[in-house]
Nanobody, 124 residues
Framework: QVQLVESGGGLVQAGGSLRLSCAASGGTFRRYAMGWFRQAPGQEREFVAYISWSGGRTYYADSVKGRFTISRDNAKNTLYLEMNSLKPEDTAVYYC?????????????????WGQGTQVTVSS
């Protein structure tokens, strides 16, 4: 089992950048593919990005492709999400989670060990 703690959220103006981190402890981080999700008020949790255990494969939601970059440092047990050209519609609580399933990488049901989330607010 792994514990995940997100950080790096905050308030930023449209067009700005933020870098989220997800620190892992209590388990073997490098064994897991990882994902970032987000949830805005009144909306369902949605997929943002996925990275394989080695970092060799990444996938992105169409809404963030070309603006966000997912990466990981297995030596530091840390997952990252670099977010550039932020838009007001990116406002949400962002979560990291470990992929434990065998189904679709974009489905929250395939993930476990969710962090508590970090708030990202983009002002217009």
């Amino acid at each position: 089992q792994v514990q995940l703690v997100e950080s790096g959220g905050g308030l930023v103006q449209a067009g700005g950048s933020l870098r989220l981190s997800c620190a892992a402890s209590g388990g073997t981080f490098r064994r897991y593919a990882m994902g970032w999700f987000r949830q805005a008020p009144g909306q369902e949790r949605e997929f943002v990005a996925y990275i394989s255990w080695s970092g060799g494969r990444t996938y992105y939601a169409d809404s963030v492709k070309g603006r966000f970059t997912i990466s990981r440092d297995n030596a530091k047990n840390t997952l990252y999400l670099e977010m550039n050209s932020l838009k007001p519609e990116d406002t949400a609580v962002y979560y990291c989670a470990a992929f434990i399933g065998s189904g679709s990488y974009y489905s929250p049901r395939e993930y476990d060990y969710w962090g508590q989330g970090t708030q990202v607010t983009v002002s217009s």
